[in-house]
T-cell receptor, first 112, second 117 residues
Framework: QKEVEQNSGPLSVPEGAIASLNCTYS??????FFWYRQYSGKSPELIMS????GDKEDGRFTAQLNKASQYVSLLIRDSQPSDSATYLC????????????FGDGTTLTVKP | GAVVSQHPSWVICKSGTSVKIECRSL??????MFWYRQFPKQSLMLMAT?????????EQGVEKDKFLINHASLTLSTLTVTSAHPEDSSFYIC?????????????FGSGTQLSVL
């Protein structure tokens, strides 16, 4: 079992729709959770971070965390073609001092 | 947010030569930097953790004699791929943890595409 697993994808949604990206993790000691967006040929950029159970909203993005279920998700509302990218879920243990474990990523395509 | 600069963006070299990649934190001091490798359509693979003033910590399966890491100052870490071979061709990315940032957020360099002929 991988430490961090994401939807295998690819995921395709029409412009304006909600895109839902999911991630599960295996280590119950995980404390901080991140979503990164990576465009082809570019390095990842941080979109959202979440540390406690519940929802966290930032513009069109909402991260949801459920530690009991070891599940974190990212919702993108009003999806735009510019959102087309690979989304990486990353999980940290506090003791690892910033050493994130990344999922394999989910590629999202938003069709005009 | 914090800025991490990585240089060069791309490099083409002959097999057997060495290549040095630089990672700089521009507006903060980074005691810890991370080096990753990413093959096409795959996720980031952590290669090593670079600690200022001490030896780097390498992940299992990463050859420390082939991938030399130096973190001589609080703003600069370098990765040298020694005696590069075509199988070393990959996208190399560095990241740094900004001091004081909650939850260990990482800020990434722009990456270096290495092609070994």
């Amino acid at each position: 079992q991988k430490e961090v697993e994401q939807n295998s994808g690819p995921l395709s949604v029409p412009e304006g729709a909600i895109a839902s990206l999911n991630c599960t993790y295996s280590d119950r000691g995980s404390q901080s959770f991140f979503w990164y967006r990576q465009y082809s040929g570019k390095s990842p950029e941080l979109i959202m971070s979440i540390y406690s159970n519940g929802d966290k909203e930032d513009g069109r993005f909402t991260a949801q965390l459920n530690k009991a279920s070891q599940y974190v998700s990212l919702l993108i509302r009003d999806s735009q073609p510019s959102d087309s990218a690979t989304y990486l879920c990353a999980v940290n243990l506090w003791m690892n001092a910033g050493k994130s474990t990344f999922g394999d990523g989910t590629t999202l395509t938003v069709k005009p | 947010g914090a800025v991490v600069s990585q240089h060069p963006s791309w490099v083409i070299c002959k097999s057997g030569t060495s290549v040095k990649i630089e990672c700089r934190s521009l507006d903060f001091q980074a005691t810890t930097m991370f080096w990753y490798r990413q093959f096409p359509k795959q996720s980031l693979m952590l290669m090593a953790t670079s600690n200022e003033g001490s030896k780097a910590t390498y992940e299992q399966g990463v050859e420390k004699d082939k991938f030399l890491i130096n973190h001589a100052s609080l703003t600069l870490s370098t990765l040298t791929v020694t005696s590069a071979h075509p199988e070393d061709s990959s996208f190399y990315i560095c990241s740094a943890r900004s001091p004081g940032s909650a939850g260990e957020k990482l800020f990434f360099g722009s990456g270096t595409q290495l092609s070994v002929l």
